[in-house]
């Protein structure tokens, strides 16, 4: 089975373990890669055309608005053919209790339907908050997993738990 290991990943200035921390890579960027490494996908990062402020404050106010307004923000123009694959494992932070808006983008760009989908979600501390329910309503012709669940501040101790999840 082929797959693609979708994404969306901010690097910048983050929350982790309780402070604010400049990140030369997003959490959920490092944990897509250490699933495509383990099943051999295809890496692909969401990216919005205009990307959220890499400071953390601007970032959350960027993203409040744009959930509190259903704003679903063009994403940079990518070729990408889902046909051709089998699975997606669609990876996400949660932002004020679900994914960021560039998913609904994602999904609806590229026909996000009739897909295994296996979501993989970093936090500080919400845990999935609403974020499958949120995935289920807007793919709601595709077959979504269970979601691998991690903590940002921990990212580089998953390598065992993520090995088990995706042999499942």
């Known amino acids: 089975m082929k797959s693609l290991v979708a994404y969306f990943s901010?690097?910048?200035?983050?929350?982790?373990?309780?402070?604010?921390?400049?990140?030369?890579?997003g959490n959920t960027q490092i944990l897509a890669e250490?699933?495509?490494?383990?099943?051999?996908?295809?890496?692909?990062?969401?990216?919005?055309?205009?990307?959220?402020?890499?400071?953390?404050?601007?970032?959350?106010?960027?993203?409040?608005?744009?959930i509190t307004k259903n704003n679903h923000p063009p994403?940079?123009?990518?070729?990408?053919?889902?046909?051709?694959?089998?699975?997606?494992?669609?990876?996400?932070?949660?932002?004020?209790?679900?994914?960021?808006?560039?998913?609904?983008?994602?999904?609806?760009?590229?026909?996000l339907h009739n897909k295994v989908i296996y979501p993989f979600i970093t936090h500080e501390g919400s845990g999935q908050a609403s974020s499958i329910s949120m995935l289920k309503k807007a793919c709601y012709d595709s077959e979504i997993k269970k979601p691998f669940v991690a903590v940002g501040s921990f990212i580089s101790s998953y390598q065992k738990q993520l090995e088990e999840w995706i042999k499942q």
Not at 51 to 57: H, L, M, R
Not at 75 to 101: A, C, H, N, Q, R
Not at 102 to 107: E, N
Request: proline residues 3%; contains cysteine.
């Open 75 to 111: 994403l940079v123009d990518k070729e990408l053919d889902l046909d051709s694959y089998d699975v997606i494992y669609l990876g996400f932070p949660i932002y004020w209790g679900t994914f960021p808006m560039a998913i609904f983008s994602f999904i609806e760009t590229y026909k």
């Open 34 to 66: 250490m699933i495509a490494s383990i099943c051999k996908g295809d890496l692909f990062s969401i990216e919005m055309e205009t990307p959220y402020s890499s400071d953390y404050d601007t970032c959350c106010e960027q993203a409040h608005l744009d």
């Open 10 to 25: 901010r690097a910048g200035y983050n929350w982790v373990n309780g402070e604010k921390k400049e990140l030369q890579k």
